[in-house]
């Protein structure tokens, strides 16, 4: 019988510009999807409706309209949509009130402000040119269950720990399992980024047989907790942490900038017209160049060589087809004790066979 797999990245939230770091986590996620679905039925859940709701998205919707006024958002770049959004890291929160008609807003009609939406169609054309799968981020998607419903799943998981009848907030309570108290609301009922992946990931976790969570290093506190309430409604949850890259040995978070050389569109333009070309090798950095972990900065140098072994490699496989079961095959090599396909493995496998035949099916498969 065919395994469910549910792949579930961490979703970043439309305010700013797709950086490296940002592209090394959708990488590994496309490889992994595409990979994993040569062997299992893979639903890939990645909806920009479930995170509108965060202060993080609300908030930098209500600076922009208190303090820009009616912009031509359709006509800026990602670029100056990020560097307001620094401008509006540097502000003082807003207060619940006023965030919360914006939140009515995304919530019941599905509404999305202009700069987000701007965002989401420039993410959308680097997506086509990266050649990564586009889970619907224009979509309108929102997640099953609603707060009220996500909280009281939650209670009777034993796992939540309500206080609002006392003016307090909602918790994730997993204390039986060794694992720190998480809040999830503010008292005023504003959730967090954790609360919306609950509201998302409860329904669905239910229905795999096995769930992947890939996620920024910097979260894994909220992943542990999110790996045990999932884990404890059936399925097999396996955590796929995703180290940042730094730029110039530093890690630095969007909304600090300094990104302004380093975003998608920027090393889109210096990529090249090949289109195989360029996703094969943007593959290659990423995922088997840079690895799993943090300890290298990006390199332009590395990125072009990366490219001009795709290039190589495409001209060895040129021609050579051995078949859907010999694809399979391959990547059942990359699992280990899990349904999903590894991404670096996988990927670094390509690099050391040098000397071997490499079959053009499974780039196609894969890559491109």
């Known amino acids: 019988m065919t395994r469910r797999v549910l792949l579930a990245p961490v979703t970043v939230t439309p305010a700013k510009p797709l950086t490296p770091s940002h592209l090394k986590g959708l990488l590994w996620t496309d490889v992994m999807y595409r990979a994993t679905s040569a062997l299992a039925d893979v639903t890939y859940r990645y909806s920009p409706t479930t995170y509108h709701l965060t202060e993080q998205t609300l908030g930098f919707w209500e600076f922009l309209d208190r303090t820009q006024g009616d912009l031509p958002y359709g006509a800026l770049s990602e670029e100056e949509i990020g560097d307001l959004?620094?401008?509006?890291?540097?502000?003082?929160?807003?207060?619940?009130?006023?965030?919360?008609?914006?939140?009515?807003?995304?919530?019941?009609?599905?509404?999305?402000?202009?700069?987000?939406?701007?965002?989401?169609?420039?993410?959308t054309g680097h997506y086509a040119r990266l050649g990564l799968h586009d889970p619907g981020l224009t979509v309108h998607q929102p997640p099953r269950l609603g707060f009220?419903?996500?909280?009281e799943r939650l209670v009777g998981l034993g796992m939540g720990l309500d206080q609002r009848s006392g003016g307090g907030p909602v918790y994730l309570d997993a204390t039986r399992y060794g694992l720190p108290l998480r809040q999830i609301t503010t008292p005023?009922?504003?959730?967090?980024?954790?609360a919306c992946a609950l509201r998302e990931l409860l329904p669905l976790a239910a229905e795999h047989d096995e769930v992947v969570l890939l996620y920024d290093t910097?979260?894994?506190?909220?992943?542990?907790?999110?790996?045990?309430?999932?884990?404890?409604?059936?399925?097999r949850v396996h955590r796929v942490p995703v180290g940042r890259v730094p730029i110039d040995g530093e890690i630095r978070s969007a909304r600090h900038g300094g990104w302004h050389e380093h975003t998608a569109g920027a090393l889109l333009r210096t990529l090249g017209a090949d289109p195989d070309v360029r996703r094969l090798g943007v593959r290659l950095y990423f995922v088997a160049a840079l690895g799993p972990g943090r300890a290298q900065s990006f390199r332009a140098d590395l990125l072009h060589k990366s490219l001009d072994r795709a290039a190589r490699l495409l001209r060895r496989a040129d021609g050579v087809r051995l078949g859907a079961e010999a694809v399979r095959e391959e990547l059942r090599r990359h699992r280990r004790d899990h349904t999903h396909v590894?991404?670096?493995?996988?990927?670094?496998?390509?690099?050391?066979?040098?000397?071997?035949?490499?079959?053009h099916d499974l780039l196609t498969t894969v890559y491109l």
Not at 148 to 151: A, C, G, L, V
Not at 188 to 194: A, E, M, R, T, W
Not at 342 to 359: G, I, N, Q, V
């Open 342 to 359: 590894d991404p670096y493995r996988l990927t670094s496998s390509l690099l050391a066979r040098a000397r071997r035949t490499l079959d």
């Open 85 to 123: 959004y620094v401008l509006f890291r540097k502000d003082a929160p807003a207060p619940a009130g006023a965030l919360r008609p914006y939140a009515l807003e995304a919530e019941r009609n599905g509404w999305v402000h202009p700069a987000s939406a701007r965002v989401l169609e420039l993410w």
């Open 218 to 235: 910097e979260l894994a506190a909220d992943y542990a907790l999110l790996q045990r309430v999932l884990a404890g409604l059936g399925p």
């Open 148 to 151: 009220e419903e996500m909280t």
């Open 188 to 194: 005023d009922g504003h959730p967090n980024y954790l």
